[in-house]
């Protein structure tokens, strides 16, 4: 579905259906009282915190292209994907060495849908790593926005969600959009753009997996095994001695490819503890003219005004579904017992 509910894991952190921890990903929907949001006094949200951790987020995507970009002369999809693996696992690791909780978190459980989220996962970050390379920044960036009406229609086939009128439209929305910017059988048509879609999709795929996966585990596991089990599939497509290429003129970016994953996933998560969708949703879009403005700038990349129109529909379907959403929820919330103390009081 389009709309996603903020829950707590085990672990005490708050993680988003949908969203696994390392991917650049599209921005997840959301819509819940959020601690910090609106909240039925009236008080304003947290803007400066919520500027924030958006501001780390869109850093974060960007530093994740510009290093693949960086680093696609001397290593394939399979040798930065390697490194990505290999840097989010040791930040793991460290991070589990000082919190024993979270080791505590980690359980060998469900191992047939880990690896099968992770396979399907593996090929999305391969599919995005190849479109950086072969797309300019904001035709791949506006192309992830596809990912929530992917999953739209996989939680139908496989969770059983209904597909209402607002979600059709939606999706029918978004399906414009993305035809906009593939401009299929004119002279801006790329055909690289389809492994950007298929790419889309194969998270999505992994973002219904994860949603199933959350129910019993904890977010620090699922992470841990994506990173163990991708290592592996990474080195398979890897030249053995492939860190003999790298040098200190690569640092930045191989410090960019382990860690921005990480972050992204941490900033955009406490993005939405911070603000409801409809204000996280269009501050997220902003990565694409953001990113578009580093293509022009650094790479000669021209500024695609279609891009632009496919991906603002896209976006505009997204939050068409949050609107909907949010009126469907207050509809279904019960009223409150009288006499019960309310949040106002």
Known sequence: MLHYRPRQSDTGAITVPGVNALQPVAPVVAHSRIPGATDPTGAPARLGVLVLWMSGTLVAFIIAAVSVRT?????????????????????????????????????????????????????????????????????????????????????????????????????????????????????????????????????????????????????????????????????????????????LSMALPVIGIAVAGLAIHYCLTNAFRCGDAMVVIPMDFLRVPLIALVGWAFYGERLDTVVFAGAALIVGGVLWNVRGEAKRSETLRPAPARGVMQPAE
């Open 71 to 247: 680093l696609s002369d001397t290593l394939n999809a399979f040798e930065m994907m390697s490194i990505r693996s290999a840097g989010g696992l040791a930040i793991l690791l460290a991070m589990a060495a000082f919190q024993p909780e979270l080791r505590r978190s980690v359980r060998i459980n469900r191992m047939g849908l880990q690896g099968l989220r992770n396979v399907v996962h593996f090929g999305s970050q391969i599919c995005w790593t190849l479109a950086v390379t072969m797309l300019p920044f904001a035709t791949v960036f506006a192309l992830e926005f596809t990912i929530p009406a992917f999953v739209a229609v996989l939680a139908v086939l496989f969770l059983g969600e209904r597909m209402t009128s607002h979600r059709a439209i939606a999706l029918a929305i978004c399906f414009i959009g993305v035809l906009v910017i593939l401009r299929p059988g004119l002279e801006g048509f790329q055909p690289a753009m389809l492994i950007m879609i298929a790419g889309a999709f194969l998270f999505a795929t992994a973002a219904v997996a994860t949603k199933k996966l959350i129910s019993t585990e904890a977010t620090f596991s699922i992470m841990l095994w994506m990173n163990l089990m991708q290592l592996p599939m990474n080195l398979l497509g890897s030249d053995p001695l492939f860190f003999l290429r790298l040098d």
